[in-house]
């Protein structure tokens, strides 16, 4: 591949999880990539690392007193990364030409506007962001068709189902798909009684099996929010039904999701549980890199095992499936209310079980409306969070 090729990637949450992995994989292929911007909220030091390590043309910090810090600290150590701060200025950014690709790798809402300017300005969207896509949904996916911008699912499950629909499903809408089985390991949790859920730390809930990931994702794993945001995300990203779309609870996570077509064949993608395989497929598609992720070795499988999630113990996800079939506004709800309810719980402010009473009182009180601009979104979503932390408040009210 000679220099022109090289393509520029911007790393939206280059400091978390997802980000580190990305850069990771960019190292492996330093032939291929150039990371021209990097961007983080707070996290000065961790982003000063990558800065010296990567050397990008820019490094934007959300938080001022971060931008200054690490602006400051880049030209004692003699780098050229020029240092930006907020927003406006990540989504000018990402939109510009000298960028090719843009992993959306934000936690939460924070990173609904530069997705959408991503997907607004023709970038290759690496998306994990999944949160972005749960509030805009349709809307994103029309910026994308507009700018002939390509979003590639990067979260394992939606990223199986990408690789598993041929190039012909992806673009037909009677390609003869039946079902999608949307696999989910079913978390740390998945064997605790009621009384057991009552009393579980946040240590607890973040302890997953099998990947290793960021707080947020973390807990949403553990009270099946995730998979409940996952299955809006794949209605939105494939173009299908609530009903088209079967949750398995697949502890072992070997298996990241499958697609079952009408003559019977059902199509898996399967691989160890580390997401460098989907940003490298995401990164890549259609062609295939390095990821530095071992192969799976069959003779090493105890087995593989299947059930259905439980949405008594798991309400969550009977909560974002009610979200999706309200439609409009309610998955910006959801998504806010869960965003406050997580924060709530990991502070110790909120017990396990609180957390979804949280979700569920928010949607039953805030106002829906259909979902037709980003201005109306943005509405629900600062609305959900007043009155969810209005109903935090009264929580705290009542057990202290
Ligand atoms: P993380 O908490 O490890 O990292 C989050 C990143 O976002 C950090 O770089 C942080 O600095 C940045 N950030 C946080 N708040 C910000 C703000 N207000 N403005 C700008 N930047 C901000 O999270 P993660 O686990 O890497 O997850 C990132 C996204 O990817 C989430 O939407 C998650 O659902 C999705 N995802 C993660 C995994 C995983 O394995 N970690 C898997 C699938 C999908
Ligand atoms: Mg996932």
């Known amino acids: 591949m000679d220099v022109s090729q090289i393509q520029s990637v911007a790393i939206l949450g280059s400091t978390g999880s997802i980000g580190q992995s990305t850069l990771d994989v960019i190292g492996r292929n330093p032939e291929r990539y150039q990371v021209h911007l990097l961007s983080a909220n707070v996290s000065v030091q961790a982003m000063f690392r990558q800065c010296e390590m990567c050397r990008p043309a820019l490094a934007i910090m959300q938080d ?65 962001n999944k949160e972005a896509l749960v509030m805009s949904g ?26 598993c629909m041929s190039d ?16 989910g390991s079913g978390g740390p949790l998945r064997n605790c009684s009621i009384d057991e859920l009552r009393v579980v730390t946040p240590q607890q809930a973040l302890k997953h099996p099998n990947w290793s990931m960021g707080p947020k994702i973390s807990i949403d794993s553990a009270t099946l929010m995730n998979k409940g945001l ?24 070997v298996i990241h999701s499958m697609v079952q077509y009408r003559d019977g064949s059902v199509l898996a993608q399967l691989g160890r ?18 990821s530095g992720v071992t192969p799976l070795d069959f003779t090493e499988l105890a087995g593989l095992h299947f059930e259905a999630p439980d949405l008594e113990r798991f309400p969550c996800l ?9 439609g409009g506004t309610a998955p910006t709800v959801l998504n806010a209310a869960n965003e406050i309810a997580v924060e709530a719980f990991l502070a110790g402010s909120v017990s396990f079980l609180q957390l979804a009473q ?39 009210a009542l057990s202290s």
């Open 64 to 128: 001022a007193q971060a931008a200054e810090h690490l602006q400051k600290k880049c030209r004692q150590a003699g780098l050229d990364t020029e240092v930006l701060q907020g927003n406006d200025a990540l989504c000018a950014s990402v939109s510009a030409d000298d960028v090719d690709i843009v992993v959306a790798a934000i936690v939460g809402a924070a990173g609904l506007n530069s997705t959408l300017a991503a997907a607004s300005s023709g970038k290759r969207v690496v998306l994990a």
């Open 138 to 163: 349709s809307l994103l996916m029309q910026h994308a068709a507009d700018s002939g911008a390509l979003i590639v699912p990067t979260d394992s499950e939606h990223n199986a189902i990408f690789q």
């Open 168 to 183: 012909h499903s992806l673009s037909n809408s009677d390609a003869g798909i039946e079902k999608i089985l949307l696999t």
């Open 230 to 253: 996952e299955v809006i995300e794949a209605c939105t990203l494939f173009s299908l039904e609530l009903n088209e779309i079967d949750v398995l609870i697949h502890p072992e996570s």
């Open 273 to 290: 549980p580390d997401m460098r395989t989907p940003i490298a497929h995401a990164l890549a598609w259609p062609e295939r890199i390095e």
């Open 318 to 326: 009977r909560l974002a499936y009610e979200a999706m079939q309200t």
């Open 358 to 396: 949280l979700v569920e009182d928010t949607l039953e009180y805030a106002k829906i409306s259909p979902a037709v601009d980003l201005t109306t979104i943005i509405e629900a979503d600062t609305e959900a969070r007043i009155l969810a932390s209005s109903k935090l408040d009264k929580l705290r």
